[in-house]
T-cell receptor, first 114, second 114 residues
Framework: KAGVTQTPRYLIKTRGQQVTLSCSPI?????VSWYQQTPGQGLQFLFE???????NKGNFPGRFSGRQFSNSRSEMNVSTLELGDSALYLC?????????????FGDGTRLSIL | GENVEQHPSTLSVQEGDSAVIKCTYS??????FPWYKQELGKRPQLIID?????GEKKDQRIAVTLNKTAKHFSLHITETQPEDSAVYFC?????????????FGKGTKLSVIP
């Protein structure tokens, strides 16, 4: 089975721009979660999608948004980029997002803001 | 919300020795505790997990123990090898607004010295 695929792997943007990141989950997985990883804050939960619905959201500003398509692929969008948004953005998929289901991560998208 | 503390932040061991990483969590409702290994520039990889109805789980050189009363769990790596060098993250699965999410510790950088 193919793993979680994230595109692009690297992005360089400037302040004020917006960006869209993509995540394709493992085949058959319907839950997709997004995390931000930075050296200072570690891995922080952004949001989780299941059946095209956002079920859970972390403590991030409204500039961070996402969506999920009927094939379970997910995108996240960050608008009005700030320097502090520079991070590795990881998505993880699980079968249905239940409490004890393993989450499997993609390689991430490294976003750099100039 | 859930808070996961992880210690130590860095750990150096001689090849062949054992390594122990400890985590504590705050939410007594947490029921699932995965451990991830992240090598430099790579995705977090699930290496072992434990559910709340189990006190200990072992997989070859890796073992995890859970003490629900004290709210702590630990990762034990025996007979360490240079390829065990990586950053290890513990996590606890807790209920968010509409589903479950992983709350991560800040990570432990393990260096195995040949």
């Amino acid at each position: 089975k193919a793993g979680v695929t994230q595109t692009p792997r690297y992005l360089i943007k400037t302040r004020g721009q917006q960006v869209t990141l993509s995540c394709s989950p493992i085949s058959g997985h319907r839950s997709v979660s997004w995390y931000q990883q930075t050296p200072g804050q570690g891995l922080q939960f952004l949001f989780e999608y299941f059946s095209e619905t956002q079920r859970n959201k972390g403590n991030f500003p409204g500039r961070f948004s996402g969506r999920q398509f009927s094939n379970s692929r997910s995108e996240m969008n960050v608008s009005t980029l700030e320097l502090g948004d520079s991070a590795l953005y990881l998505c993880a998929s699980s079968e249905s997002g239940q409490i004890d289901q393993p989450q499997h991560f993609g390689d991430g998208t490294r976003l750099s803001i100039l | 919300g859930e808070n996961v503390e992880q210690h130590p932040s860095t750990l150096s061991v001689q090849e062949g020795d054992s390594a122990v990483i400890k985590c504590t969590y705050s939410d007594s409702a947490s029921n699932y505790f995965p451990w991830y290994k992240q090598e430099l520039g790579k995705r977090p990889q699930l290496i072992i997990d434990i559910r709340s109805n189990v006190g200990e789980k072992k997989d070859q050189r890796i073992a995890v123990t859970l003490n629900k009363t004290a709210k702590h769990f630990s990762l034990h790596i025996t007979e360490t090898q240079p390829e065990d060098s990586a950053v290890y993250f513990c996590a606890a699965s807790t209920r968010g607004a509409g589903s479950y999410q992983l709350t991560f510790g800040k990570g432990t950088k393990l260096s195995v010295i040949p």
